[in-house]
Structures are given as structure tokens and as C-alpha cells.
């Protein structure tokens, strides 16, 4: 589903994003649950964390470069403290912490937005480290640092 166009009477265009049409997954066992109980404005970040392309100069000053094929990044998801949402990733988290037996407990992570085709995935994740708490009066936001080992972020090509 592409983004909805308004045409405007000066020959530009208002873009409207609908909410309904991104669709954020956390993948456990192959299965494959929606994540819902974000906060309010910036619900998932993500972000490569290598540089595609580094360059440099040498001695004498000539331009030197590296292509990077680095699958590193990191999605942050802003969750609502008590969300049934945030107790999911919780429990990848207490998993991945108390785990004993030979294979560390990873999961899945995707970001699906059907209004411009972007897809940001991680077939295999780990999480940074245990949200920041706080106490106060209002809902507050545990923001998760979920480290992708095979990201890949794509708008459909």
C-alpha cells in the first residue's frame, strides 16, 4: 500500500501515514506475535551500526575506502510499563539471562511499514541490557535496546 497522496491546489502534495498500516513483530520460536502497547509518538527506532562505506586518507593524503557487509544494528522499542507488549520482550530478556543449555535463546524483531514498503528486520536478536524504572504518577515508557545481529532494512527493492 503506497502513502495516500492529497493533491493541494498549489501543485504540491500532502502525504498522509496511517498508524493501522505499520505493523511491528517480535518473532519467538519461528512464531510470529504483534507488538502493540508503544508509547505515544516515537514507538521503535532503528538503525544499522556499521557504516556501509568508511573512508579515509593515507600518509600522503590519497583517499582510501572499505565497503562494510556489516548485518549489525539496533531497533529501541518505547513501551508502555505494564503493556503486555513490554512483558513479552521482559520475557525474551529473563530468557536470554537464565538460560542454560547450549544455545543462547535469541529472537526475531520486524518493523513492517505498509505505507512506503519500508521493512526493517532481524532474524536474530538479543537485548542490550535490562530497560531503566522509574516511579511516578504517569504511564511510563521501558525503553528496550534490541541489538540485531542479521539487520537488514529495505523499502521493497
Avoid at 38 to 60: C, I, L, R, Y
Avoid at 109 to 128: P, R
Wanted: glycine share 8%; proline share 3%.
Amino acid at each position: 500500500m503506497a502513502a495516500r497522496r492529497i493533491a493541494l491546489d498549489d501543485g504540491t502534495y500532502f502525504v498522509l501515514k496511517d498508524s493501522r498500516f505499520i505493523h511491528i513483530y517480535v518473532i519467538i520460536d519461528k512464531v510470529a506475535t504483534e507488538l502493540n502497547g508503544f508509547q505515544n509518538g516515537e514507538a521503535v527506532g532503528w538503525e544499522k551500526t556499521d557504516n556501509d562505506v568508511d573512508v579515509q586518507s593515507d600518509f600522503k593524503g590519497l583517499p582510501l575506502g572499505v565497503l562494510n557487509h556489516s548485518k549489525l544494528g539496533q531497533f529501541t522499542a518505547n513501551l508502555n510499563d505494564g503493556s503486555p507488549s513490554n512483558d513479552i520482550i521482559y520475557s525474551a530478556y529473563y530468557n536470554q539471562m537464565t538460560y542454560n543449555g547450549s544455545a543462547l535463546p535469541t529472537f526475531g524483531f520486524k518493523v513492517q511499514n505498509d505505507n512506503n514498503g519500508e521493512v526493517a528486520q532481524s532474524s536474530v536478536c538479543l537485548i542490550q541490557k535490562m530497560t531503566p524504572g522509574q516511579v511516578s504518577n504517569s504511564i511510563q515508557a521501558r525503553v528496550w535496546t534490541i541489538l540485531a545481529l542479521q539487520y537488514s532494512d529495505t523499502f521493497g527493492n
